[in-house]
């Protein structure tokens, strides 16, 4: 394919998104109706259909309307491209844009930097002088992070059979078991390093949370809402813890077992009635449902579907997961609450609230990564008794 035709794809599976369905479904029904495109062609048409879908606004604003092609005009002024030559009209080139695509100008900030109106205001409160570069970041792509598993490994063998397998890492300061991928991304899953479980895809802020606690051999930890286990994994590459996972939805679990098995790490999965006659707990981590504002550069149509109505729902059910596990770490132990939302909201607003109902807790620690430290936004806060 060539450039201008990889731009016309994109134009359509835009629209297909702008109309409502799923970015991954819209993406994986072009590949499979489009047989002539290589893996080249496909990684590049999935890199323009995730950047349009983060700067939805922006690139809408640059390019006139709110279609395929206007998010794909305003792709290419944005980056500095050439519309002659990528919107030529010749073979499958997408028809030349007129003069009305390429007047409006930005209305607004939040247009500007790609955060929907309502939420400008808490975003900015909430960030600070941070707002506008960390909105700005939320525009790129992500950095891949790796977690070395150091039941396996340590972080020179791992770099080492990164190395063998062509893809290139270096170490990460946000945690000491964290790597950031320089060169071969799309080769982790197959490279015999991830098949031998020596290295975890992980967001370096995502294992930053878990290595905060400071586990200790000998410590029983329980992960709440475990999810696909990526956290309860992590605590599991600790020698000597003892690490349960639970989740509401039982079935968000179902891969951890092999994921476990893979790492050579030993993790009990506990139904939501098994909990009570396991607890106490030294630790509970809540790594609670959120808008997931501190990962909206992998996850972009996150950023577009949170409502504030949906805000105040998550923010509610992360208050009463914290006041439902409170009683399940044993005396002195740590009530370890985490988002991966940039928030105040979601963040210190719960974790106050939390304490305000509950003076015989105290504040431990809290910490917030942000993206411009080169992570997903994150945040944590370790309470006890
Ligand atoms: C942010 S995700 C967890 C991600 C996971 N810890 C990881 O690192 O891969 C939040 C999880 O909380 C679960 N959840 C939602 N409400 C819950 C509740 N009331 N109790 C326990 N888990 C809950 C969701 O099903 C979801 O899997």
Redesign the pocket.
């Known amino acids: 394919m060539t450039p201008a035709a990889r731009v016309q794809a994109s134009i359509e599976i835009l629209d297909e998104i702008l109309a409502g369905i799923p970015v991954e479904k819209a993406l994986t029904g072009w590949a499979r109706r489009s047989r002539f495109a290589g893996s080249k062609d496909r990684a590049a048409v999935r890199d323009h259909v995730f950047d349009a879908v983060r700067c939805k606004r922006s690139f809408a604003a640059l390019g006139g309307t709110y279609t395929g092609r206007g998010l794909m005009i305003g792709a290419v002024r944005a980056a500095g491209g050439n519309l002659e030559v990528l919107f030529s009209g010749d073979g499958y080139a997408p028809e030349p844009v007129s003069e009305t695509e390429v007047t409006r100008g930005f209305a607004s900030d939040a247009e500007r930097y790609d955060i929907p109106d309502w939420l400008w205001p808490r975003f900015a409160t909430s960030l600070g002088d941070d707002a506008v570069p960390t909105a700005q970041a939320l525009q790129s792509r992500a950095p891949v992070h790796l977690r070395v598993n150091l039941l396996k490994a340590d972080v020179s063998d791992a770099i080492m059979a990164l190395g063998a397998d062509g893809i290139t890492a270096c170490a990460h300061p946000a945690c000491t078991t964290a790597l950031q991928v320089t060169d071969g991304a799309r080769k982790i899953t197959q490279s015999q390093a991830y098949v031998d479980g020596l290295v975890e895809l ?1 967001d370096a802020a ?1 294992q930053a949370v878990v290595s905060s606690l400071e586990l200790q051999p000998g410590m029983r930890v329980l ?12 605590l599991a590459a600790h020698h000597g813890v003892e690490v349960f996972a ?4 039982p079935g ?2 179902r891969d951890l077992p092999a994921r476990a098995a893979r790492a050579s790490a030993k993790i009990n999965l506990l139904a ?1 009635d098994e909990i009570a006659s396991h607890a106490p707990f030294d630790v509970v ?6 808008s ?1 504002s501190g990962a909206w550069r992998r996850a972009p149509a996150g950023k577009w579907a949170l409502t504030e109505q949906r805000l105040q729902d998550l923010t509610a ?1 992360q208050g ?2 914290l006041t ?1 596990i409170a009683p399940l770490a044993g005396a002195g132990g740590t009530l370890a609450y ?3 939302s940039m928030l105040l909201d979601e963040n210190d607003a719960v974790v106050d609230g939390f304490l305000a109902e509950n003076p015989q807790w105290q504040d431990k620690l809290r910490y917030s990564w942000r993206v411009k430290h080169g992570t997903d936004g994150f945040f944590t806060a370790h309470l006890t008794r």
């Not at 992960?223 to 992590?234: I, N």
């Not at 639970?246 to 939805?249: E, F, L």
């Not at 981590?285 to 959120?290: F, Q």
């Open positions: 992980q995502s992960d709440f809402c475990a999810g696909g286990g990526g956290k309860a994994l992590a639970h989740d509401v939805d968000r679990m939501t981590l809540a790594d609670v449902p959120c997931g059910i009463g997961i439902q985490a988002t991966c």
